[in-house]
């Protein structure tokens, strides 16, 4: 499995850098979620824009890592580009359950506000 993965102090981009996320993938790449999140990555931002192509073991995998870093921070897809990765989260009805953000770039900004707003909720209840 081909990806590159970009570590920051507050996330890590996950760029998955293969044409279909199937049955031969999923295990390896939900593999790889539990090791990031046993390092402390605290908000993952998985890139989609180079897929092609998604199973339901796929779907299976992205299920896993937003049930990883419920407890963690969170978990932002985002680069879902291609019109059948679209249509089949759509259908599933993940868009309702998964944070969905256009661009890497969003991705980060949204991350960065949900880390201020978490971190000036935190102020507030410890004030009361």
Known sequence: MKYSID?????????????????????NL???FVIFANEGI????????????VDSSG????????????ELGMFVLTGIAH???KKLIEISRLDSVLTIIPTV???IEYVFM???????????????
């Open 7 to 27: 570590k920051q102090e507050k996330y890590a981009v996950f760029r998955l850098e293969e044409e279909n996320l199937n049955s031969l993938l999923a295990p």
């Open 30 to 32: 939900k593999s790889e």
């Open 42 to 53: 605290v908000n993952l931002i998985l890139d989609l824009s180079g897929v092609k192509y």
């Open 59 to 70: 779907l299976s995998a992205i299920l896993t890592a937003n049930r990883l870093w419920k």
């Open 83 to 85: 019109p059948s990765v």
């Open 105 to 107: 770039a969003e991705s």
């Open 114 to 128: 949900e880390e201020l707003e978490r971190d000036l909720n935190a102020e507030v209840e410890e004030d009361v």
